[in-house]
């Protein structure tokens, strides 16, 4: 006897949802449920649409129902919104939008993937007006499109810093737009640790991106936002990103368990409290192989897990649940910026011990031309070494060094596995020691005691204080800008002018980016050093971390001039 599946939502998860039971069972018969007009869009693409990275709004749909069903005989029904579940009967009641007659479906199985709906904070008076716009769908993307085209349409603002807020933005400026971002807390990016967030606030300003931190929006007018604390901001379009919140009336209303966090609750097979109802993607709470606790991933990749997993339980096919550690990526112009597992904050507000590492090598061999540095901050729990998470940015390649730590972490693997990982080489890809056994090394070094670093975020009040720092540059280089209280002793002559350093008081040290000071570091504690710290990013992660705030605020620079290469 066939089975009948029906899918309530038509892009990632449920899409991958009804490809995967048809692989599985070529009799069943799968009706797939759209509300909106598109299935199987690519989700993730829709800002590129704004700068004609994507020619046409109609390269954004990936697979039309005439397609769905002809190729794989799934039943693709778009404009159709599913308004109820009837449990009890084993059944859906759908209004037809084309034609706004209501009618039932029964089910064998369901599966919701009803995703994310954007946040529009009832709070921000004129959220409601015409040129304000969110980003979620084809629909919402061509409209603003359409628009800032129709308008001409210069001065547009993103409220949002996340990773859609950014895209939007990257976008928007690539199209020649003025652009404003307005993000209610201290920092871009809540993945990113704030001082490697200042590196993207950097990258943003640097733009001429209008950049607004700790603000928050409180009215919308028709040419301007304005902010709570009372500035103004250009804005003749408002996207709104602020977040997106979990899609679950329809479960609710239907008695599904809710989670802690707002999201449908289902177990390791992605079952809900209905043994025939599966739920997976944007509008499920899925478990932190980390944290041991409940969160919520939005994330395309896992939802095509989920989908998976969901499809095959249906067909007694085992799964083994791993958990989400949530690995991502986004452009923001120039750099790459990729981040998987635990920054330091979730650490903490999950109560683990942890220590980091924070390097700046190259990212190939610096005999090649598009050779760039790359900041790169690995997060592993102490005293075990066991790897946390890493966050990544750079102009080359932060996704390969991002996805092989997110393997690690699947593989609860440490620094010592780290090390000795054996990875692709050849000068125009990578180093020697690539990237992450680098960061491995240097934190088997701090985790055996073999030397003390202090992060950058603490520089400032170093300098403040008159802390005594080395910098071992060469002369031409501490020349070109260096720390204003900063003694140049080079390494090179580190050994003849030891008597210059004090040995009753902390001293600090520093070169362009760690490595040579950590040598300068490790030759004083063989002198009998026994207060000795290497300043961790050293002066290129000091000018990243302190650029953005210089700018902004007008305070006093704790550097005579920047080096960011």
Partial sequence: MEKKILIIGGVAGGASAAARIRRLDESA?????????????????????????????????????????????????????????????????VKDHSSGREYEESYDKLILSPGAHPILPKSIEGVDKEHVFTARNVVDIDRLYTYLKKNNIEDVAVVGGGYIGLEIADNLHRAGKKVSIIEATEQVMAPFDNDMAQILHKEIYDKGVNLILNDAVVKIDNDHLVLKSG?????????????????IALAKDAGLEIGATGAIKVDHNYLTNDKDIYAIGDAIEVYSRLEHKYFRCALAGPAQRQARAAADHIYGIPHRNNGHICTSIVKLFDLNAASTGLNEKRAKAAGISYDFVYIIPFDKVSLMPDCNIMHFKLIYEYPTGRILGAQAIGKGNVDKRIDVIATLILMNGTLEDLKELELSYAPPFSTPKDVVNHAALVGLNLLNGR???????????????????????????????HLINAVNIPLSELRSRVNEIPKDRPVYLHCRSGQRSYYAVMALQGLGYKNVYNISGSFLGICCYEYYQDQVTGRKKIVTEYNFN
């Fill in 231 to 247: 500035r103004k901001v250009n804005a003749k379009a408002v996207v709104m990103a602020v977040g997106v919140a979990p899609d």
């Fill in 29 to 93: 018969r799968i009706v797939m449920f759209e509300k909106g007009p598109h299935v199987s869009f690519s989700n993730c693409s829709l800002p590129y649409r704004l700068s004609d990275t994507v020619k046409k709004t109609e390269d954004l749909i990936l697979m039309s129902p005439e397609k769905f069903l002809k190729q794989y005989n799934i039943e693709a029904r778009v404009n159709s919104e599913v308004i109820k579940i009837k449990r009890n009967e084993k059944k859906i009641l």
């Fill in 451 to 481: 030397y003390k670093q202090v992060p950058v975020t603490k520089v400032r009040e170093l300098v403040e204080n008159n802390a005594f720092i080395v910098d071992v540059r060469e002369k031409d280089e501490y020349n070109k800008g």
